[in-house]
């Protein structure tokens, strides 16, 4: 794979650039589970002095030559190399190493992980995260977590009702995100937790796969999402011991019938 020849030659650069402090590589290849159709990702931390000095679509063009690079909605840079591949570079400086200790989880090995650590900073801070995340554990946060499912899905019937397609679909995309979680908490498939969405027609049942993907419209997608949600739920307030918020789920009920029943009834009202 082309990948492993973008990762040899970013270590390179890594190693060959004396204004570079420490580096860390994260995500698929470091855990182990890199594909063909997955991006290279890096951390690299910087001497504050000479971080001014860094030029980051240079710095992406020493490892490969490079048809965009752009700054994403999060401060990340990221390089498109021919194929199209993406790197993920974080052009940080050593006064963030601290800041890496707030991850809820490396997802790899520290000696997987580190590219290079030249001052001994960074190898403490990374090895002291923990390798996979703290799980939803006690009823309350598993409770937590179906009511931020709940929050999710009646906010897209509602804006659904409205005529707002648009914005119910981004808003059932983040409803899905939680059944996802709902289901791996349920089956004990928790190797993805903090991408649920991960593997997950291999590693969940087909329903889930089927409820959490795109439907030709909000309210068919809404319908199919709480009827997975909706068992899910159950079978996990049935192993903490909860009850069913029994009101509630009348009343989602009654939301998702009235939707599908509208867009049915779209479906079958001719074009003008």
């Known amino acids: 794979m082309i990948q492993h020849e973008l990762i040899a030659r970013t270590r390179r650069a890594c190693l060959a650039d004396d204004r570079l402090d420490a580096a860390l590589m994260y995500g698929s290849f470091a855990a182990g589970e890199g594909d063909a159709h997955s991006d290279i990702e890096f951390w690299l931390f910087f001497d504050p002095a000479r971080h001014a000095e860094v030029d980051p679509v240079r710095w992406c063009e020493q490892v490969a030559p490079v048809n965009l690079v752009v700054r994403n909605e999060f401060g990340t840079h990221v390089a498109f190399f021919p194929g199209p591949i993406r790197g993920e570079f974080h052009f940080a400086t ?154 509630l789920f009348a009343e989602i009920d009654a939301l998702v019938a009235g939707a599908g029943t509208a867009a049915e009834a779209g479906a079958r009202t001719p074009a003008p």
């Open 94 to 247: 050593t006064d963030d190493i601290p800041s890496v200790g707030d991850w809820p989880a490396r997802g790899a090995a520290v000696d997987a992980m580190l590219v290079v650590d030249r001052s001994g900073r960074l190898t403490p801070v990374l090895t002291a995260v923990p390798e996979r995340p703290p799980l939803p554990a006690d009823p309350d946060e598993i409770e937590a977590l179906c009511g931020r499912f709940a929050n999710w899905l009646v906010l897209a019937l509602h804006v659904a009702a409205r005529g707002e397609e648009l914005r119910a679909q981004d808003a059932l995309s983040h409803a899905a995100r939680h059944l996802l979680w709902l289901a791996r908490l349920a089956e004990d498939s928790t190797v993805h937790w903090l991408t649920p969405s991960r593997a997950a027609e291999a590693e969940l049942p087909a329903r889930t796969a089927a409820a959490t993907g795109v439907a030709p419209s909000a309210a068919l997608w809404a319908r199919s999402q709480w009827a997975e949600g909706r068992a899910r739920w159950q079978d996990l307030l049935a192993r903490i011991g909860r009850p069913v918020p029994a009101a």
